[in-house]
Structures are given as C-alpha cells and as structure tokens.
C-alpha cells in the first residue's frame, strides 16, 4: 500500500520511544482522509513529501542512533554537581591563601565548563535544564567573554592565555547549525526524558 | 549532517513566514474548540474555502512543537471507538494568538501599503 510505503519513510530512523505515538497520529490521520474516499494517491499527495516529513521529524525528535548514544551514557548526578562544587571550594580555599583572584580565576571556569560537559549527562532535571538553559542562551555570554578575554589579552591586562579557552569553541558551534534543539531538548520532547514540573 | 546558517530569529522579526503561519492558523483552530490533527487540517482547509492546503504530513510535526511550547496541550479520547489524540489551547497559546494576530494585521497592512490598495 503507497500509504504503508510513505509512513515507512517518514518514520525512518526516528527513536523507538516516539515513533508509536507518531505512527498512530498519522495512521489516524490516513483513516481520516480514507473514510472521506480519498484514493492511496491521493491521500499521498496530501501527506506531502514523506522525505521532508521525515527531516522535520529527525529535527525535532530523537533518532534511533541518538536514543542509543543517550541508553549508552552513565547517568550520575554528582557529575554536575562535583566539578561545580569542588573547583569553588579549591577557589574559596585558594582566596583564603590569598591567592590574587586574577591568577585563579581558571579553576571556577574550569569547574563549570567540566560541569557542562557532564551535565549532560544526568537525569537530574534540574541540572540538566540548566544545561539546557546555558546551552542555548549561553553561547552568546560565551563568545562575549571570549572576547572580552581576548581582548584584556591584547591589553595586557591580567594573566590570560586565551588559548586555554579554544577547547570551549567546539560548544559554540551548535550556534550556526540549523537544527535549533539539543540533544537533551529531543530527549525530552520525545519522552525518552520526563518533562521538567513547572 | 548539520547545515550552516544563522540562528533564526523570528521572534523578533515584524513578519511571519509560512512556518509561523501554519502555527497562527493551528491555534485559531483551536480557539473555537479542542480537535484532532485530521480536523484541524480539515478546518483549516473549509474555512479557507480550499485556498489553503498545507501538506498535512508536516502539520503534526508542528502541532508537537506547540505542545512542546505549552502553547497547546493533548491527550488521548475515544472517537467514535477509536483512540484520537485531542489538541486543546492553553492560556498561554491564546496569549500567543493574539499577538500573532497583530503580527500578521501589520504584515497586510504593509503589504497592502505597497501594492497600494486599502490605503
């Protein structure tokens, strides 16, 4: 049947936890159109074109290699919360030393950008929205105090090597890319992780 | 693979393209009363007297991204002894209308300025 065929390939590749849901929308959908007498073409022609279906599905969804990639991570909470943590502590523990601010501000910088990374790596809701939150309003406060960074550098003011900082631009990328969601935002809008309680 | 383009902006942007239009005519859909995807295609399409018939494949991609947003809410009921996922508009979603509204009054408005008609 060409509406088996269509719902295949918009559905392909997309993860096993939404797929059922979309399938039966869409099925629905197909009965809807058949009960008013549409023949398979054209309840074809008005799904449109089943591989734009299936892009602006993969944009919003988990794919099935996504779903595997997230299945694959260790989800431990105290991956956010213990970089954060200790490099504040070494930085309290540093300043009591009396250890000018200027020389150790690397280490909370340190601490947040490892918090980041392995923030996206729990199921701590709350951290990981505000991985989110970072992730997507950050980028900007990212490249302005990258800089902001390079330029105290030029001027020879305090002791910043702004090349320390080049591992961050890799996160700054998804800034340019098309696809508007990160991947914990698919994750959550495909239900693989549960909603945020507001 | 990842396409390279700047991050849209559309929430700032005076006009709405054909995505934002699609969203704008999904909730005044939904205004009126909840429905399920095959009758928000099908209001869509009689209150325009045919004139508008968007691809209905893409509509449910949209319809979850406005879930996504809280600008509308679902759940599963029986119609006619089958399952239908119903979409109804929230709060939020009406305040979002209405502004769309204004969006789009402006956007004729202009438009209509330029072909110098309605002025």
């Not at chain 1, 997309?14 to 549409?38: F, K, N, Q, S």
């Not at chain 1, 250890?99 to 392995?118: D, H, K, N, Y």
């Not at chain 1, 090349?163 to 800034?175: A, F, G, Q, R």
């Not at chain 2, 045919?50 to 494949?57: Q, V």
């Amino acid at each position: 049947m060409k509406t088996d065929i269509w719902l295949a390939k918009a559905l392909d590749k997309i993860a096993p936890c939404v797929r059922p849901r979309l399938e039966a929308e869409y099925r629905a959908h197909i009965d809807g159109m058949r009960e008013e007498g549409l023949s398979e073409s054209e309840i074809v022609a008005q799904l449109g074109n089943a591989k734009t279906v299936n892009e602006s599905l993969l944009r919003q969804y988990l794919s099935a290699y996504e779903q595997k990639v997230l299945e694959g991570r260790s989800w431990k909470p105290w991956r956010v919360w213990l970089p954060l943590g200790g490099s504040l502590a070494i930085t309290v523990f540093l300043l009591l030393l009396e250890v000018p601010l200027q020389t150790i501000w690397a280490v909370p910088a340190f601490g947040l950008i490892c918090s980041l990374f392995f923030g996206q790596r729990t199921k701590n809701m709350g951290a990981l929205q505000a991985v989110i939150w970072l992730e997507r309003r950050g980028r900007f406060v990212g490249i302005s105090f990258l800089l902001l960074l390079q330029a105290l550098s030029w001027l020879e003011l305090g002791h910043i090597q702004p090349s320390l900082l080049m591992p961050m631009l890799p996160s700054l990328m998804p800034m340019f890319t098309k696809n508007p969601l990160t991947l914990e935002e698919k994750a959550i809008r495909s239900g693989w992780l549960p909603k945020a309680k507001s | 693979m990842p396409r390279f383009a700047m991050p849209r902006i559309s929430i700032y942007a005076p006009y709405m393209n054909s995505r934002d239009q699609l969203r704008m005519l999904i909730l005044a859909v939904l205004e009126r009363q909840p429905e399920h995807g095959y009758a928000i295609a099908q209001a869509i399409k009689t209150r325009s007297e045919g004139l508008l018939t968007a691809k209905e494949g893409t509509l449910y991609p949209t319809l979850h991204g406005l879930e996504a947003e809280g600008l509308i809410q679902s759940q599963e009921t029986e119609v006619a002894g089958r399952m239908r996922r119903e979409y109804r508009l929230t709060e939020s979603g009406l305040t979002t209308l209405n502004r769309a509204r204004g969006t789009w009054r402006k956007q004729i408005r202009a438009i209509g300025a330029v072909l110098g008609e309605g002025a």
